[in-house]
Each structure stands twice: as structure tokens, then as C-alpha cells.
């Protein structure tokens, strides 16, 4: 163990916690004005035989938790293996939470959902304050159970009793993936193919977006994982595998007036560059280049699509960076010419990223995957790092 008690933080207790394997239930309630309420939880217990009792943790915060106080009564459900969808409503902050999962109100009033694998009613008998939970005692009036196996929550990801946690039948959940525009124009059909066969219960939330945005996310923990360019991270808490290299160029229009042999920075910025604006490689690596070597620049116009740039490179608007391999059949049709460039750019490292000691298994499947996936050229020396690629 490397933290003692003063040095540990919520993050690190929340990991640890997520370390043991639970089932997941979820407790419903309805207040005095008959609106209802429920909330995910996994803090739960049986606490007694004799009487019958059970215990739960509720945030204090939680409007479930002030309801059950007004009503004094709550129905605690066990969810079935199937059920991560019924997890995942109760988990979210949905208005109207109930309107997505059938249920039935019981004779104490109490919303019971449908499909469960067992459910008990309970009547409040007390509770006791616990840091920044309250922990609710109920005493067990009513019971119904069926049949089935249990829902199982584990680092972050649901898992099934019969299935190893994050075997590929077991691992269910949503996968919330950052992409770069150049992985999504590329091999993306390729990944989403791979985990959809491998991770049939795993549903994916693509985000296709510049390089730091994505990046904020990641560390927002917004996003499970990212595919971006960059080949080394400052922060530790960041693991990052590579997923290969890829070449970027300049290119411009056969139209427009260049130079036939090698172009220098200077000759490039005669003409308008087209950019995917700050935080892409362009704002980065290139303007390095393009300063480095003697150029400066006069005009500046920004798109935040890779693909809406090349169309207006194609139409004689500006010159652009763009990977060639994604253009060959322009190229090839003399709609953009890739300019010999002196020096040439460096090829671009892109890697897939998430956070260290993550709850969830699903940040290692998708790197697995992707790096699986990816179409990019690997190589052993090392290369100009491009964290601010696009």
C-alpha cells in the first residue's frame, strides 16, 4: 500500500472500492405529493435476521434520499444480469427516470420495477449519518424473488456471475471513445467492427473532435479513452500506447502558383493557409516549422473539419496540411498537388491515451482494440512528438 489514511483521496478511495465486485441495485420510494424516485446504488447489506433488517448508503444530497424520508418506506431491487440499461437510467440525472423503465406502484405505494431478480419493501426504522452519506436501516416487510443471475458491477464495468470481468461477453457498459478526425476518416469503421464482435454488450459513444478538446475531456473524465496524435504525455497519470505513425504534407492546388522544385517556408506563406485552428497541428508542430525555417504568416483561415479544409484547398483557396494518404485518388486526378517541402515535416505519432488506474476495464479493451485496428505505420526510432495534432 503506497498512500496512508491522511494522504488518501476520494478519487483513490472510489478505485479502490471499485476493486471489490458487487451486485447492483437500485432503490425506488415516492414522496408524499406521489412523485417517484430511485437511484443506483451498490452500498447495501443485509444487516439482521432476527428482525429482519437491511441497510443501504444514500448521498445526502440524493432526492431519493429525502423522499424515502417524507414517506418513510423504500423497495430495494436487485437487478438481473441483463438489466445494465435499468443500471444506467437510475444512475443518470433523468427527470423522469421512470418513464424509461416499466414499473408497477405496490400496495405501500412503493414503485417496483419489472424483471428484477429479487425486490424487498422496507419500512425506515433509522438512520445514521456517514460522512457524506446517510445510512438508511429498513426493516424488510415484503419480499418476491425470481429467477436468473445477478447484475455484477466491477472497476467501472458490469459483468455477468457466470463470465470473467471484462471477458468479452461480460463486459457491458458504454464505451465513451475521443477521436481524431484522421483515425475517424481511416480505420474507425475498422474499430467499432472489432469491439462491437468482441464486446457485444458494449455500447459506444464516438466523439470526433480536435486534439485538445478531446484531451479536456479525457481528463475531465468525460471520455473512457482518446485516439489522438502525440507520442509522449507529461502527466503520469496518463497511460498512452501507440497506435503508429502517419505522414502529413503540405499540398495546394495544381492551380495555384508554386514553385515546380522544392518549396521553402517563405514560399508557402505567399499564399492564405488554411488551418483546423488552435489546438491542432497546425497551431503547433507547423507553425514551429513554418517559424523555424523562415516563414511567417500573412493570412490565417480557420475550419474545424480536415475534410471541408482539403475541399477548399482542392478549389485554389489556400494551402493546407494534410496526411497524402487520405487524398491519393486527388492526387492521383491532379485536384491537389502534395508540394516538396524543404525541410520535410515530421511524421506525425498517434497513440491511444487514457487515465492511469482507471475503476473500468473498458480504457484498456478500446486501446487494445484500437491499437489491433489501426492502419498507421509502425516504427522503432523515435519521432517529433505532435501532441497538438489534429
Known amino acids: ?20 465486485p458487487t451486485g447492483v441495485a437500485v432503490v425506488t420510494t415516492r414522496d408524499l405529493q406521489g412523485k417517484s424516485y430511485g437511484v443506483t446504488i451498490n452500498a447495501v447489506t443485509s444487516l439482521s435476521l432476527t428482525p429482519p433488517l437491511l441497510l443501504i448508503c444514500l448521498d445526502k444530497c440524493s432526492n431519493t434520499l429525502a423522499a424515502i424520508a417524507e414517506s ?26 421512470f418513464a424509461e423503465i416499466a414499473s408497477r406502484l405496490s400496495e405501500a405505494g412503493n414503485p417496483i420495477l419489472d424483471g428484477v431478480l429479487a425486490a424487498s419493501e422496507c419500512r425506515v426504522t433509522e438512520t445514521y449519518p456517514g460522512g457524506d452519506h446517510t445510512i438508511v436501516v429498513g426493516m424488510v416487510e415484503r419480499i418476491q424473488m ?52 468482441d464486446y457485444p454488450g458494449l455500447t459506444l459513444e464516438l466523439d470526433v473532435s480536435l486534439t485538445a478538446s478531446l484531451f479536456a475531456r479525457l481528463m475531465e473524465g468525460e471520455l473512457d479513452a482518446v485516439l489522438i496524435p502525440g507520442g509522449r504525455f507529461d502527466n503520469t497519470n ?7 505513425f502517419t505522414r502529413f504534407a503540405w499540398m495546394a492546388s495544381p492551380r495555384l502558383e508554386l514553385p ?16 483546423l485552428g488552435e489546438g491542432s497541428y497546425h497551431y503547433g508542430p507547423a507553425e514551429e516549422w ?35 494518404g487520405c487524398f491519393q485518388s486527388e492526387v492521383a486526378e491532379g485536384q491537389l498537388r ?25 480504457p484498456e479493451a478500446v486501446a487494445k482494440a484500437a491499437r489491433q485496428a489501426s492502419s498507421f505505420q509502425t516504427r522503432s526510432e523515435p519521432t517529433q512528438d505532435a501532441s497538438l495534432a489534429a
Open 1 to 20: 500500500m503506497n498512500a496512508s489514511v491522511e494522504t488518501v483521496q476520494p478519487s483513490d478511495l472510489r478505485q479502490f472500492a471499485g476493486h471489490f
Open 72 to 97: 418513510g418506506t423504500f423497495c430495494l431491487h436487485y437487478l438481473e444480469a441483463n438489466q445494465s440499461h435499468v443500471s444506467r437510467v437510475f444512475a443518470s440525472k433523468s427527470d423522469d427516470k
Open 146 to 197: 425470481g429467477g436468473g443471475e445477478p447484475l455484477l458491477y466491477h472497476r467501472g464495468g458490469y459483468a455477468c456471475l457466470d463470465n470473467r470481468v471484462g471477458a468479452r461477453d461480460a463486459l457491458t457498459g458504454v464505451a465513451r471513445i475521443g477521436v481524431a478526425e484522421l483515425v475517424a476518416v481511416t480505420w474507425l469503421p475498422e474499430l467499432v467492427a472489432s469491439l462491437r464482435r
Open 238 to 244: 496518463l497511460v498512452a500506447s501507440t497506435l503508429g
Open 260 to 275: 515546380q522544385g522544392p518549396i521553402t517556408p517563405p514560399d508557402l506563406t505567399k499564399h492564405p493557409i488554411l488551418s
Open 290 to 324: 513554418l517559424a523555424a525555417h523562415g516563414g511567417s504568416r500573412r493570412r490565417v483561415d480557420v475550419c474545424n473539419s480536415m475534410s471541408v479544409i482539403a475541399s477548399l484547398t482542392q478549389a485554389g483557396l489556400g494551402v493546407s496540411l494534410l496526411p497524402p
Open 338 to 362: 502534395v508540394l516538396d517541402t524543404r525541410p520535410e515535416m515530421p511524421e506525425v505519432e498517434f497513440s491511444a491515451v487514457h487515465m492511469k488506474r482507471q475503476p473500468s476495464v473498458i
